[in-house]
C-alpha cells in the first residue's frame, strides 16, 4: 500500500522560507513520480513542482520557478520541496502526489495517483 505524509507546513512572513517534507512508503521512489500540488481558497488547484523517479528530471510550475527546489532524500526515502521567497499568493494547502504526471508545462495528479493528507502553508505578516 502506497502511503505518503505531507510536513513542514506553516506561519511565515512574506519573503520567508519553508521545506515541505513528503515521506513515501509503499513504493520506491525510482518507480514513481512524486508532485506537489497545492489548494488555496476559492482558487483551481495548482501542480507546482514534480520530480521524475526514473530520470531524477525536475518540473516547477511557473508561479514558483526560481524560487522552490524538489529533490529526494533516498535512504530516507523522503521528497522535500524548498520553497523561498515565499509570497502570500502562496498561501495554500500542499499535498504530496505519487504517480504523477510531470510534463514541462503541466504538473499534475492521475486517476490512479496517491495524496498525502496536506500540510497548510500560510504566508502573511
Do not use: H
Not at 47 to 67: H, I, M, P, Q
Not at 96 to 104: G, H, I, P, R, Y
Amino acid at each position: 500500500e502506497v502511503q505518503l505524509q505531507a510536513s513542514g507546513g506553516g506561519l511565515v512572513q512574506p519573503g520567508g522560507s519553508l521545506r515541505l517534507s513528503c515521506a513515501v512508503s509503499g513504493i520506491t521512489l525510482d518507480d514513481t513520480a512524486i508532485a506537489w500540488v497545492r489548494q488555496a481558497p476559492g482558487k483551481k488547484r495548482e501542480g507546482v513542482s514534480c520530480l521524475s523517479g526514473r530520470d531524477g528530471r525536475t518540473f516547477y510550475a511557473d508561479s514558483v520557478k526560481n524560487r522552490a527546489t524538489i529533490y529526494r532524500d533516498d535512504s530516507r526515502t523522503t521528497v522535500y520541496l524548498q520553497m523561498n521567497s515565499l509570497k502570500p499568493e502562496d498561501t495554500a494547502v500542499y499535498y504530496c502526489v505519487s504517480d504523477a504526471l510531470c510534463l514541462v508545462d503541466r504538473i499534475m495528479a492521475l486517476v490512479g495517483s496517491e495524496w498525502g493528507q496536506g500540510t497548510l502553508v500560510t504566508v502573511s505578516s
